[in-house]
């Protein structure tokens, strides 16, 4: 079965400049992982759906999209997961955390998600650094990182579906919101 996820995808410039700090990560301490996913905001973690199943899953998502509004994300300064991750910080946490909820809710209802596909507590955040980061690097990579500036907002306007295609993620449909916030 394939493994699908769900997330919030910045506009472009903001995207590009996430994707800049990534390869920094890469340059400077040779940790690429976090370069194999575009810069995201997880919404759902992976889960494993047949592919059969997977227009009822579109139809499912379409629904919450059509029912949620688009909303501001504000991010800055960074923060860590020691001993290896270190992210952007969103300070406004609620829409992302509120929109995971019920995206998680109705795919547990529907979809009966397995222990290992549940979050009980997101910390929505963007990922610049992760597992290759090593652990005798983190200590001097969080000390430049935890002293630098980051700020930037973006209006989230749609979310996306991703599924693994045994290599790398591929996004397979996007869902967008009910116009709240102009640009």
Known sequence: MPLYFIALIPPAPLSEEITGLKQEFKSKYAA???????????LQIPFKLDKEREPELKDLLQSIAHEQ?????????????????IFIKVT???PVVDLHEKIQGVLEELFSLQDGEKTRELHPHFTIATRD??????????EEFSKRNFDAAFVARQFSLFRHNGKTWDRVAEFSFVPNIEP
């Open 69 to 85: 509004k688009t909303f501001e994300v504000k991010l800055s300064g960074f923060g860590a997961f020691p001993p290896r991750v």
């Open 92 to 94: 406004n946490p609620n």
């Open 133 to 142: 980061l090593k652990r005798k690097i983190f200590p001097s990579a969080w």
């Open 32 to 42: 690429k992982h976090a370069l194999k996913l575009p810069a995201h905001l997880t």
